[in-house]
């Protein structure tokens, strides 16, 4: 069984601010972790993803997210905001072993505002 | 070149109706899937297929049928179309069936109204 949450449904920055975005995850496996980004009325687009390598993970548009095993944690971070960051994100949660059919499970989801 | 492609993008539709979804990928992916978007943006798997073979299937009302006719090709065919199926369907597909390990490619939705 795997279960994500993500501890807040709206965060609001001001531009050039930190960004951070909080999500623990439940896994009975070994679990692989993302964070998806989706803009208004548009796709979803992969931001990053940890799969058992390096625990610090670097993704797009200077995102980066750390996993945290001992806190069941992977939180998603920017140093400096901008207002194109603006848009709804979601940890993800998996089973990161091979030769397994695996199943995405989605947080609930997190709105980024920017504001000036 | 887009890689998962769905189309229609938008459809809008009256209850009782029969409608498709189609989705291809041109990756070489063996194995896609169904997501369904609700109206508070909650994402949750319906089916998946590796290689035109069933491999999940969630707790999905029957009238939601899917079709696999070649591994690049993953349709989604809803019956009797009720309000409630109004959502945001994603197609996405992976390498394999082991997707946390390989990573996932979505499309860009398809927006299906129903009224």
């Known amino acids: 069984a795997q279960s994500v949450t993500q501890l807040d449904s709206h965060v609001s920055v001001s531009e050039g601010t930190p960004v951070l975005l909080r999500c623990n995850y439940s896994?009975?496996?070994?679990?692989?972790l993302f964070w998806y980004v989706q803009h208004p009325n548009k796709g979803l687009q992969l931001l990053l993803k940890y799969t058992s390598a390096a625990t610090l993970v670097k993704g797009i548009n200077g995102f980066e997210a750390e996993f945290k095993k001992s806190e069941t944690s992977f939180h998603l971070t920017k140093p400096s905001a901008h207002m194109s960051d603006a848009a709804e994100y979601f940890c993800v949660v998996t089973r990161s072993d091979t030769g397994t059919a695996s199943k995405l499970t989605f947080g609930t989801g997190t709105r980024l505002q920017v504001t000036l | 070149d887009t890689a998962v492609s769905q189309t229609p993008k938008y459809l809008v539709t009256q209850m009782g109706n029969d409608k498709s979804i189609k989705c291809e990928q041109n990756l070489g992916h063996d194995t896609m899937y169904w997501y369904k978007q609700d109206s508070k943006k909650f994402l949750k798997i319906m089916f998946s297929y590796n290689n035109k073979e069933l491999i999940i299937n969630e707790t999905v009302p029957n009238r939601f049928s899917p079709k696999s006719p070649d591994k690049a090709h993953l349709n989604l065919h809803i019956n009797s179309l009720e309000l409630g199926d109004s959502a945001v369907y994603f197609c996405a597909s992976s390498q394999a069936v082991s997707g946390g390990y390989y990573g996932y490619t979505f499309g860009s939705g398809t927006r299906l109204t129903v009224v």
């Open positions: 896994s009975s496996y070994s679990p692989s």
